[in-house]
């Protein structure tokens, strides 16, 4: 059984700090998606990563995937409050798995 | 641009009533799914749809019936609702591919079950 595991669960920080969540798994993944979502919203696609080692910028965040595509994480640099949410990353074909996710307060 | 849209937004059934929750996406997609979301454990897929005319189950599929109706529409049905599906649902759709899903998803469904 596939599965990803999503660290760490909650985080609270500064407006203005950086900070990196991850997701990892025991199993090799095609590609990997990273969702963001909002409280009574559905989850929101931010980016897909395909390549083992690729690395994608969508302007302040980073993502990275793991040479050996079972891992992969996503980078935010000067967090703004805008960016709080549910991050999600997700694997799979049809049969997409998503991990727990990780709860990122950032306080003005 | 609606993308996906469910109906309805919040539902309160009795334990053994039924109900059919709709969903219906305006991109073209071939793939829909149903998941559901409780604390903790992210999204769950319930069903999904592959392209029209064909349904398989996803990782929790007891209790619930889907019916793809056309290439727009996926409906899901709970014939007897339980406690234990008091969640919040979501529909979403995919251009499909079995090599990795970019899924656009729906505003949710809360379901409580008394």
């Known amino acids: 059984t596939q599965l990803l595991e999503q660290s760490p669960q909650f985080l609270s920080i500064q407006e203005g700090e950086n900070l990196t969540v991850y997701c990892n798994s025991s199993?090799?993944?095609?590609?990997l998606q990273w969702y963001r979502q909002e409280p009574g919203e559905g989850p929101v696609l931010l980016v897909t990563?395909?390549?083992?080692?690729e690395v994608k910028k969508l302007k302040r965040l980073t993502f990275q995937f793991g040479d050996a595509r079972k891992d992969s994480s996503l980078h935010i640099t000067a967090a703004q409050p805008g960016d709080t949410g549910l991050y999600l990353c997700?694997?799979?074909?049809?049969?997409?798995?998503f991990g727990a996710g990780t709860r990122l307060f950032v306080k003005a | 641009n609606a993308g996906v849209t469910q109906t309805p937004k919040f539902q309160v059934l009795k334990t053994g009533q039924s109900m059919t929750l709709q969903c219906a996406q305006d991109?073209?997609?071939?793939?829909m799914y149903w998941y559901r979301q409780d604390p903790g454990m992210g999204l769950r897929l319930i069903y999904y749809?592959?392209?029209?005319?064909?349904?398989d189950k996803g990782e929790v599929p007891n209790g619930y019936n889907v019916s793809r109706l056309n290439k727009r529409e996926f409906s899901l049905r709970l014939e007897s609702a339980a406690p234990s599906q008091t969640s919040v649902y979501f529909c979403?759709?995919?251009?499909?591919?079995?090599?990795?899903?970019?899924?656009?998803f729906g505003q949710g469904t809360r379901l409580t079950v008394v």
């Open positions: 749809s592959a392209s029209e005319g064909t349904t």
């Open positions: 990563v395909v390549t083992g080692g």
């Open positions: 199993s090799v993944f095609s590609s």
């Open positions: 979403a759709s995919s251009e499909g591919g079995s090599s990795g899903t970019e899924a656009f």
């Open positions: 997700a694997g799979g074909g049809f049969k997409t798995i």
């Open positions: 991109m073209n997609h071939n793939s």
